[in-house]
């Protein structure tokens, strides 16, 4: 069973056309991470949630925004999408942070056209 | 900060033979290294971590590695390939400490040849 859903597994949007991607966890783990992944580069942490505290990486552009509503969900907001935008959205959860295992889900696919 | 390279984008071996994936580290701190794998159409998945302690580690699907403090590598093997062994490879560390970012490499694709 997915302990780590992502929906949809395909999005396509339209240039500058705002987009949300979610994801949901039932292993009630405390950290969900949200990851970019783009074609034969290694995935890039936009941001991360540690319980309701919102952690963004410093070189993570201002279109991109993330809420957790509660344990359970965290949605990636992409305010104004761009061609370089396009890629696999990765989102993965840990019970905590450091030495603990990552899991993850099946990612979302982003096309902007 | 750490980071990881991984050697090789492409790695293709037969049936049965060794599967050998290099991976080196830069980190400032003890790092904590992991194998992830990512079989098409899905999320990655761990295969092994090292924290502390022994320095070879065995993972899920006959895989292993070892980490080398000397080389700063933590090279991942598998005795013998097996068809669903095709699938990417990533190796991450992170400090577990100050800086808990899980830092990736940019994968190793590893296809089975019959």
């Known amino acids: 069973d997915a302990m780590v859903i992502q929906n949809p597994r395909y999005q396509v949007t339209q240039f500058g056309k705002p987009v949300t991607l979610s994801c949901s966890q039932t292993?009630?783990?405390?950290?969900m991470y949200w990851y970019q992944q783009k074609s034969s580069q290694a995935p890039k942490l936009l941001f991360h949630?540690?319980?309701?505290?919102?952690?963004n990486e410093a070189d993570t552009p201002d279109n991109f925004q993330s809420r957790r509503p509660n344990t359970s969900f965290c949605f990636l907001d992409i305010r104004s999408p761009g061609l370089g935008d396009a890629a696999m959205y990765l989102c993965?959860?840990?019970?905590?942070?450091?030495?603990?295992?990552?899991?993850f889900g099946s990612g979302t696919q982003l096309s902007v056209l | 900060a750490q980071s990881v390279t991984q050697l090789g984008s492409h790695v293709s071996v037969s049936e049965g033979a060794l599967v050998l994936l290099r991976c080196n580290y830069s980190?400032?701190?003890?790092?904590?290294l992991f194998w992830y794998v990512q079989y098409p159409n899905q999320g990655l998945q761990l295969l092994l971590k090292?924290?502390?302690?022994?320095?070879l580690v065995k993972g899920i699907n006959g895989f292993e590695a070892e980490f080398k403090k000397s080389e700063t590598s933590f090279h991942l093997t598998k005795p013998s390939a097996h068809m669903s062994d095709a699938a990417e490879y990533f190796c991450?560390?992170?400090?577990?400490?100050?800086?808990?970012?899980?830092?990736f490499g940019a994968g190793t694709t590893v296809t089975v040849r019959a």
């Open positions: 090292y924290t502390t302690g022994a320095t």
């Open positions: 993965a959860t840990s019970r905590d942070r450091g030495r603990e295992k990552l899991f």
């Open positions: 949630y540690y319980d309701k505290d919102f952690n």
């Open positions: 980190s400032s701190v003890p790092p904590y």
């Open positions: 991450a560390v992170s400090d577990g400490r100050g800086d808990y970012k899980l830092s």
């Open positions: 292993l009630n783990h405390n950290v």
